[in-house]
């Protein structure tokens, strides 16, 4: 069975640091790779995804992830962040299946001014 | 662009009442899928449905039923609610099963 592992639970910044937010996956075969990210009572926003090809994959909002096949890893990356990106981080794979996606449980970013 | 569309966005209902959830996908998407997001947790698998037929099931309880009808859209219907249903239900879209899903912003079923 496919799973992901967010290790990092809760993770507090400051405004203007650097950002890594950790995935790691179990699967099979390589899967679709993505990170969404939720504000409170919201929906789920996709920053980025990987399918296949270049293994450092740019998304929105500044934000990038880097895919590491030896590793199983999906890790996110902000140079500097900002107060706005405070919210919940999801990591999540896809088999290309009709299962949708399998979530990590969610890394609950703080910003600290 | 159009994106999913999910009603109601908030309900309220007691135990043992009957709720209905109303999926749009994105047009020409033929494929749907339900999540539930209780308070804290991360989405949870419940159904999907590829051209109206019913393609997978995960961890949605007996007491809850699902369609795709022939205009795509999707219905999650759920009956003899407990506190436990409370809880973010979201519907996504795909053209085909796999690949890209775009979310709804979910409905919020509040089971007092």
């Known amino acids: 069975a496919q799973s992901v592992t967010q290790p990092d639970i809760h993770i507090t910044v400051s405004e203007g640091a650097s950002l890594e937010l950790r995935c790691n996956y179990s699967y099979g075969a390589t899967p679709y790779l993505f990170w969404y990210v939720q504000s409170p009572g919201q929906g789920l926003q996709l920053l980025l995804k990987y399918f296949s090809g270049d293994t450092l994959v740019q998304g929105i909002k500044g934000f990038e992830a880097e895919f590491k096949r030896s590793q199983s890893s999906f890790n996110l990356r902000k140079p500097s962040v900002h107060w706005s990106d405070a919210a919940e981080y999801f990591c999540?794979?896809?088999?290309?299946?009709?299962?949708?996606?399998?979530f990590g449980k969610g890394t609950h970013l703080i910003i600290q001014p | 662009a159009a994106g999913v569309i999910q009603s109601p966005r908030h309900l309220i209902k007691e135990k043992r009442e009957t709720a209905t959830l109303k999926c749009y996908p994105i047009p020409r998407h033929d494929t749907v899928y339900w999540y539930q997001q209780g308070p804290g947790q991360d989405p949870q698998f419940l159904i999907s449905f590829y051209e109206k037929m019913q393609s997978d099931k995960g961890s949605i309880p007996d007491r809850f039923s699902a369609q795709q009808f022939s205009d795509y859209h999707s219905e999650l219907n759920m009956s003899s609610l407990e506190l436990g249903d409370s809880a973010l239900y979201f519907c996504a879209s795909s053209f085909g099963s796999g690949g890209e899903l775009f979310f709804g912003e979910g409905s919020r079923l509040t089971v007092l």
């Open positions: 999540a794979i896809s088999g290309g299946g009709a299962d949708g996606l399998t």
